[in-house]
């Protein structure tokens, strides 16, 4: 490969923020950003989890549950001499089911974590991108399920609701040069879908599939029929994320991307 294409994916001397990074997908993009020479922040409420994988990157590492606005506008705006990429990916489908008995309570945590986490940290990291004055680039991860019902009410509105904050952050942000696209993975494999499957967590989904449409034989059908025949890893997810915070992406901004394997095409 010439040094000139190289480059394009270098992000030597850039500074990240990962949230959720502790484990699974947000692991798996931090480990590749930092591969790709960026000094990586991982945040997350686990902060065990955190620590281990900043030391394994040679990152940095602090708690924060994003959804406290508060601690998000004190911890972005305080991490690193600067900031270039801020990668939105923590959230959360425990609050998943039926609307038939999901709590208030539920609903709203799943609106917290899943979209108001999103803008709690995406302010104070533009407001910091501006200051700094040659842009940025802001990556929100979204789901196969912002396009696809799949969970239930909350999770699935939350996140077609990610997409649409990219889009009008794209807009809103465009004339300070920092781009918004956001990413929407399908069937990835993470340790808590694993143990889902050999039942150390419980399954988010009815056993008796006339109880509610979520996850009925429709899905279930859906997701084993993945045109690719495999689910993804977090490192294929990572690698998106490193095209849309790098050079090669410069004039891509308000998209969305599906990392699905053809899963939205079934």
Not at 81 to 109: K, M
Request: proline letters at 4%; aromatic letters at 4%.
């Amino acid at each position: 490969m010439e040094s000139s294409l190289a480059n394009l994916f270098d992000l030597e001397g850039r500074s990240a923020v990962v949230t959720g990074g502790a484990t699974g997908i947000g692991e798996g993009i931090a480990r590749v950003l930092a591969a790709a020479g960026a000094s990586v922040a991982i945040a997350d409420i686990d902060a065990e989890g955190a620590e281990r994988v900043a030391s394994d990157i040679g990152g940095s590492s602090f708690v924060l549950d994003v959804t406290d606005p508060t601690a998000c506008v004190e911890s972005i705006s305080a991490v690193g001499d600067r900031l270039d990429i801020l990668i939105n990916n923590a959230g959360s489908y425990h609050e998943a089911g039926s609307i038939l008995d999901q709590e208030v309570a539920s609903w709203r945590r799943s609106i917290d974590i899943n979209l108001a986490s999103v803008f709690n940290c995406s302010k104070p990291a533009a407001g910091r991108m501006i200051d700094q004055g040659d842009g940025g680039a802001i990556v929100n991860l979204a789901s196969v399920d912002a396009h696809m019902p799949c969970l239930g009410t909350g999770y699935d509105s939350a996140k077609a609701a990610v997409v649409q904050f990219t889009k009008s952050l794209a807009l809103d942000l465009s004339p300070h040069a920092i781009r918004v696209n956001s990413i929407s993975p399908g069937h990835i494999d993470v340790p808590t879908l694993r143990k889902m499957k050999t039942g150390e967590v419980e399954a988010l989904w009815p056993a008796d599939p006339s109880v509610s449409g979520l996850m009925g034989p429709m899905m279930q059908q859906r997701s084993s029929h993945i045109p690719l025949g495999r689910s993804g890893t977090p490192a294929e997810i990572g690698q998106t994320v490193l095209f849309l915070v790098s050079d090669a992406s410069s004039y891509v901004t308000g998209q969305d991307v599906a990392v699905d394997g053809g899963w939205l095409l079934v």
